[in-house]
């Protein structure tokens, strides 16, 4: 069975008549008589009563229709939907994000995601720092990555969102909690809340060196693997934290933020950097077009935060 024969008996079924059915189809009223038949004889049924004034449908014909209206019904709405799929305009977009990132980049992602592109589903992956990124981008189990540069995988491309100071991150009482900024030299002797040193993080790099330039080398108290883990273990009292400043948006009570105060020549060195990294290789027309929806937002690199707002 043909699918152009149920659309010839759908068009006949529906007007009752095998001239306007013809019409309809763009073809002639002789072939559109033999596809019916053939239709008939392959089913073994009658789908219609014919006289010289009249075309019915039998009741066999009747459940028939039903069921062919559903079949075609679903047939079109496939090739809508695979069309859709070619044009980057539907399907399931895999993205991570680093803690951090979460709170003040993924609002916007998933808004604009929403509203430009509505066929689109977002499967999002939180609280992977940005060596767990880039693996599970080379690997195909993420199609987009908002992670920290510099990235060690070949073949990971990636544009800056924003670049965006450290802040100190204290319990509510500790006595920096009360300065407009802290210096990093007053951090010697603070109990640290870090990601683990296996972990390979970014943003473990730059508090590093920035306390190094200090003359000091942060002593780790606590190794965490998620950033909200070290926003709880902070507010528990057990230690301070540096972050990047979007940490500010994370609704967390017993903690304070303050702006880490870093001299002119460590400015630049403290500055961390956001960005969105996908596959080189990946030709998915979603990527594409979700690429295409960010920059037309002007998300790529339209913030340089060098004092905190």
Known sequence: MELRHLRYFAAVAG????????????????????????????????LFTRTTRQVALTDAGSVFHADVRRILASVDES????????????????????GSAAYR???????????????????IHTELLTPAQESALDEGRLDVGVLRP??????IAHRVIVREPLVVV??????????????????????????????????????????LTAGFYPHVAHEVHETSTALA????????????????SAAREGVVCVPLE?????????????ALAWRERDTSPLLR?????????????????????
């Open 262 to 274: 870093h001299p002119g020549p460590l400015a630049h060195g403290v500055l961390i950097e956001l």
């Open 150 to 155: 510099p990235t060690r995988t070949e073949g």
């Open 79 to 98: 090739v809508a939907r695979v069309r859709r799929f070619a044009q980057g305009a539907e399907g399931v977009l895999r993205i991570g994000l680093t």
């Open 15 to 46: 007007t009752c008549h095998f001239g306007r059915a013809a019409e309809q189809l763009h073809m002639a009223q002789p072939p559109l008589s033999q596809a019916i038949r053939q239709l008939e004889s392959e089913l073994g049924v009658e």
């Open 105 to 123: 980049q993924l609002p916007r992602i998933a808004r604009l995601v929403k509203e430009t592109m509505p066929g689109v589903a977002l499967e």
């Open 233 to 248: 273990l902070v507010s528990a009292g057990l230690g301070i934290t540096v972050m990047p400043d979007s940490v500010r």
């Open 170 to 211: 204290v319990p509510e009482g500790h006595w920096l909690g009360e300065r407009d900024a802290i210096p990093v030299e007053c951090l010697r002797g603070e109990d640290f809340v870090l990601y683990a040193a296996s972990s390979r993080s970014v943003v473990n790099d730059a508090v590093s060196r920035a306390c």
């Open 289 to 309: 077009t979700f690429l295409d929806v960010m920059a037309a937002h002007r998300i790529f690199g339209e913030q340089l935060l060098e004092e905190t707002p």
